[in-house]
């Protein structure tokens, strides 16, 4: 009977340290998710006031990845590693918007690491490990939010930014190609269907404005003012 007794004991401390390393990865999961929202009020609001507010909610993220790692120590990391990873992927994402529209490049593995590192008694010392699939996946969801950048940096005709975004994914989907024709990954083979229908939006749209761009250019200044002038003594005679 001690022996069943101490099976259920077991059992239950696993169950009950798997549940709490789950809730902190959809807390994780939602606050980044509010990072990627607040990213993308850059089109709306200053930079610097849209990267403090990201530090703010970054900060926020480190002491839950912080929690999370008092429950994540030796082979624990790999053991609740399907748990927490949805968390990881997430925040990937947030940070990997966040490093493109700061610095205009793709966050890297050893960025991301560094981002989660903490310094404890002048050691520097990872909240939590990441493997090679959980940036690969976190990374292959920022097309989505790139996009929709790129649909509101069309309101504001800012051509400029819908070339970043162009280049970016152009670079992003010669990366992944190059993976997974290296290595078979099913959850990433997954998400190449949305990598490939984002850059064809942004390409669509980045001709669209360059073509209407040329046209215009083409136009003589003086017929443009000789309709205006039309159209308001038109307005003055009704």
């Not at 069943?4 to 809730?23: G, M, S, W």
């Not at 850059?42 to 703010?56: G, H, L, R, Y």
Request: with cysteine; net charge positive.
């Amino acid at each position: 009977m001690k022996t069943f007794l101490a099976y259920r004991n077991t059992l239950d401390a696993h169950y009950d340290q798997r549940e709490r390393v789950i809730k902190c990865s959809r807390d994780i999961t939602a606050l980044s998710k509010k990072m990627v929202f607040s990213l993308l009020r850059i089109t709306q609001d200053s930079p610097e006031k849209v990267f403090k507010d990201v530090e703010f909610k970054h900060n926020q993220v480190l002491e839950l990845f912080s929690k999370m790692s008092k429950e994540m120590q030796g082979s624990n990391a790999m053991k609740y590693n399907r748990q927490a990873t949805p968390g990881i992927q997430e925040y990937i994402e947030a940070v990997g918007l966040w490093r493109f529209l700061k610095h205009n490049e793709l966050i890297t593995k050893k960025q991301v690491l560094e981002s989660l590192t903490i310094e404890s008694d002048g050691k520097a010392t990872p909240l939590v490990s990441v493997t090679d699939e959980d940036y690969l996946l976190g990374i292959s969801d920022l097309p989505g939010e790139v996009n929709r950048y790129c649909i509101n940096s069309i309101g504001k005709g800012d051509r400029d930014a819908v070339r970043k975004c162009l280049a970016f994914l152009q670079m992003l989907k010669e990366g992944v190609s190059l993976v997974l024709s290296v290595r078979k990954y099913n959850n990433l083979e997954k998400k190449v269907p949305v990598l490939n229908s984002s850059l064809e939006k942004i390409e669509k749209a980045f001709y669209s404005m360059t073509i209407r761009e040329c046209e215009m250019k083409n136009i003589d200044p003086a017929i443009i003012n000789t309709s205006g002038i039309a159209v308001e003594c038109n307005m003055d005679t009704s």
